[in-house]
T-cell receptor, first 119, second 114 residues
Framework: AQTVTQSQPEMSVQEAETVTLSCTYD???????LFWYKQPPSRQMILVIR??????QNATENRFSVNFQKAAKSFSLKISDSQLGDAAMYFC????????????????FGKGTKLSVIP | DGGITQSPKYLFRKEGQNVTLSCEQN?????MYWYRQDPGQGLRLIYY???????QKGDIAEGYSVSREKKESFPLTVTSAQKNPTAFYLC?????????????FGSGTQLSVL
């Protein structure tokens, strides 16, 4: 079974600074997808960024980028130029590829990292 | 606007009572999911459905039931067999197929026990 570990329950960052959130996962699959989701106080889950395991290039979305280390099974999220609106819970998630059969649509989530942004 | 609507936003359950959480989507998505979130925890999958009239158990299906009679709707019933139902429940949907598949989430229902 796949597991996702976020070792930092809470983190803080000064506004305009950069912060990196850690995520490691355990899987025996070679092809899979990884995600970072943001959950603000409204509790709405918002997709931040996604990475396909077969792609060596790290995904980027504006101020958000990942450092994907497949051999180390590590998937960290870097937030640059942090803004007050970035304050939220951040969840790392893993999904098996579709062709894996039943259950391939399931996401396995980590327990989350609460990010605070200091003005 | 297209999206996922969950209702009610807050729900209270009495001992021994079954309650049903509503989830409707107008995104024309094939797949729908129910997740449970406890404080300090990530989301855990309860049930999912890839097509109408078919659904599968997730990791924590005991004490819950679902139906998928229409593509747009995927209600979740929390039965009296679920002894610890207090949690935040999130419904999601996705298009099946294609490289851009991703989950769209509703705004959630907070269930509490009286």
């Amino acid at each position: 079974a796949q597991t996702v570990t976020q070792s930092q329950p809470e983190m803080s960052v000064q506004e305009a600074e950069t912060v990196t959130l850690s995520c490691t996962y355990d899987t025996s699959e070679s092809d899979y997808y990884l995600f970072w989701y943001k959950q603000p106080p409204s509790r709405q889950m918002i997709l931040v960024i996604r990475q396909e395991a077969y792609k060596q290039q790290n995904a980027t979305e504006n101020r958000f980028s990942v450092n994907f280390q497949k051999a180390a099974k590590s998937f960290s999220l870097k937030i640059s130029d942090s803004q007050l609106g970035d304050a939220a819970m951040y969840f790392c998630a893993y999904r098996r590829p579709r062709l894996a059969g039943a259950g391939s649509y399931q996401l396995t989530f980590g327990k989350g990292t609460k990010l605070s942004v200091i003005p | 606007d297209g999206g996922i609507t969950q209702s009610p936003k807050y729900l209270f359950r009495k001992e021994g009572q079954n309650v049903t959480l509503s989830c409707e989507q107008n995104l024309n998505h094939d797949a729908m999911y129910w997740y449970r979130q406890d404080p300090g925890q990530g989301l855990r999958l309860i049930y999912y459905s890839q097509i109408v009239n078919d659904f599968q158990k997730g990791d924590i299906a005991e004490g819950y039931s679902v139906s998928r009679e229409k593509k747009e709707s995927f209600p979740l019933t929390v039965t009296s067999a679920q002894k610890n139902p207090t949690a935040f429940y999130l419904c999601a949907s996705s298009i099946t197929g294609g490289a851009n598949e991703k989950l769209f989430f509703g705004s959630g229902t907070q269930l509490s026990v009286l």
